[in-house]
Every structure is written in C-alpha cells, then in structure tokens.
C-alpha cells in the first residue's frame, strides 16, 4: 500500500493562497494519476482536480476552476494544489489519492490521511 502525506493545510483569509502538498512513498508514482478531493462537514467528499501520470492533462471541478492549479514533481514523488482566491466555501479536509484519472473516489486506490483548510469570512 502508498503512503500518501499531505502537507500545507492551515486558516487563511478570504481571497488568501496555499499550497497544498502530496508526497507518496512509492517508485512508481509516475505511473500513476493523482487526484485531489475535499469533504466539508456533513457533506460528501467531492472532486477538486486531478492529473494525469505525466503532467500532460488536467481536470478541475468547475467550483476551483481559475482559482486552484494542480501539479506534479515525479522526480519528488509529490503533488500540488496551489490554490488561489480562496472562499469560505473552500473550507474542507482536503485528500490526495493516487489511481486512475477520473473524478469518482472508486477510481483512486490510495488515499492520505487529509489536510484542514479553513477559510475565513
């Protein structure tokens, strides 16, 4: 099993930044797409963005879409999601996930442990 250890969670204000960070323990994290989903409190966790093993696609959901950017370092073993603009609705526990590329959770065999961003008004 991947372990996937996200990083770079934390408050930041309306219309702030951050950037989130994904690092796996694996070697073949290049054959792989990575994911970013996010679960609010009561709701269900839902897809951010996600991209494809060599960096060449990317997919938002069209709530993040201009404002948050994922990316890819294979020589790292690491993810990004650099978000920008930030709302109050952005505040979740935010997940990387490693798997096939898709925006359904099924798809994603490896999940990390979660990171809190929270936004404030």
């Known amino acids: 099993q991947v372990q996937l250890v996200e990083s770079g969670g934390g408050l930041v204000q309306t219309g702030g930044s951050l950037r989130l960070s994904c690092a796996a323990s694996?070697?073949?994290?290049?054959?792989?797409?990575m994911a970013w989903f996010r679960q609010a409190p009561g709701k269900e966790r839902e897809f951010v963005a996600s991209i494809t093993w060599n960096g060449d696609s990317r997919y938002y959901a069209d709530a993040v879409k201009g404002r948050f950017t994922i990316s890819r370092d294979n020589a790292k073993n690491t993810v990004y999601l650099q978000m920008n603009s930030l709302k109050p609705e952005d505040t979740a526990v935010y997940y990387c996930a490693l798997g096939s590329i898709s925006t359904m959770t099924s798809r994603y065999r490896d999940w990390g442990q979660g990171t809190q961003v929270t936004v404030s008004s």
């Open positions: 694996t070697r073949t994290f290049s054959s792989y797409a």
